[in-house]
């Protein structure tokens, strides 16, 4: 079967089933282009909500088709692909956040929306890359952990300014592997074979790249950017499948990526095929228990409370 007869087997069957697939940027170009919306994170789980479709199939990895069944409990989601994990998510576990929380009496914990639900049931707020500053801002606790994220706790603090000083910020030590390789001298050298691009970079990158970068923003916010922006050439320091959207947005503009990598495996596992088969035979639906689904749906629903 052809990429084309694939992709027309997929439309029937989302009309059959009455299915909304959502797609996270860093998959395939194939996957977002038949995805009903295509976004990052944050804009993906306010999608979730507002679907009034029977189920949603989940172009992403593991912790995102939990999050948007915590957020539709009444809906059926399914991931395409059930082995795809973020290995940052699963560098916290309730059983850590417990041990913080002996630690500081009044301890507010915030979570990263890229962690697993058994996580987000220990949490207070999740919050993602787009309005981790805003809702942090709003905390009024003393003690605040952030986590699993370290680079995009250092990001938070870093902006954090005035009200730095009435608070104590603990920040745990998980990373994203692919994001945490950007470096000062990886980004140097780029903005040398580059030096008329702008550096747009997100803030899972390491810290250390913070004063060469010219934004540091979510997926959204980079792609933002790039669009709005006078400039034709840019660096960008996240995960490679977001050229999809950037080369559609702007075509005559330029991107650069740097000598690493720069590539989430886990969403490279996903493929049309398997998009068409988890439509087909009703794969790997996601099913949380009720404790899970009741306390981890708190900290997803204020985030969306507090980023308005
Ligand atoms: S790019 Fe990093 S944070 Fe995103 S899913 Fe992959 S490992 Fe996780």
Redesign the pocket.
């Known amino acids: 079967m052809n990429k084309e007869e694939i992709v027309q087997e997929i439309e029937e069957l989302k009309l059959k089933k009455n299915a909304l697939i959502l797609a996270h940027y860093?998959v395939d170009g194939d996957l977002q282009d038949v995805a009903d919306f295509v976004g990052d994170s944050y804009a993906l789980a306010k999608k979730a909500v507002a679907s009034n479709k029977d189920r949603i199939v989940f172009c992403g990895?593991k912790f995102m088709g939990e999050s948007a069944k915590l957020l539709n409990p009444d809906k059926r989601v399914f991931l395409v692909e059930k082995n795809a994990f973020?290995?940052?998510?699963d560098m916290i576990h309730g059983s850590d956040i417990e041990e913080y929380k002996k630690q500081y009496e009044d301890l507010y914990v915030v979570t990263y929306i890229?962690s697993t639900a058994e996580t987000k049931a220990h949490s207070d707020v999740c919050v993602t890359s787009s309005n981790a500053v805003k809702i942090v801002k709003k905390i009024q606790a003393k003690n605040i952990l952030l986590c699993p994220d370290k680079n995009l706790g250092y990001f938070i603090k870093s902006r954090l300014e005035d009200s730095l000083s009435e608070k104590n910020i603990i920040i745990h030590d998980g990373y994203?592997?692919?994001?945490e390789e950007f470096s000062k001298e990886v980004l140097e050298k780029a903005k040398k074979d580059h030096p008329n691009a702008l550096v747009l970079i997100h803030p899972?990158s390491n810290p250390s790249c913070y004063p060469l970068a010219d934004y540091i923003g979510s997926t959204s916010g980079i792609l933002k950017t790039a669009r709005e922006s006078d400039c034709q050439e840019f660096i960008i320091g996240t995960?490679r499948g977001i050229l999809y959207q950037l080369q559609k947005d702007s075509p005559d503009k330029k991107f650069y990526f740097t000598d690493l990598k720069q590539t989430?495996e886990?969403?490279k596992k996903l493929t049309l095929e398997k998009l068409r088969d988890c439509l087909r035979d009703d794969l790997n639906e996601v099913f949380l228990d009720e404790e899970t689904m009741e306390k981890a749906s708190v900290p997803l629903k204020r985030m969306l409370e507090l980023a308005e």
């Open positions: 860093y990895v973020c290995p940052m998510a890229n994203c592997p692919v994001h899972e995960e989430c886990d969403m």
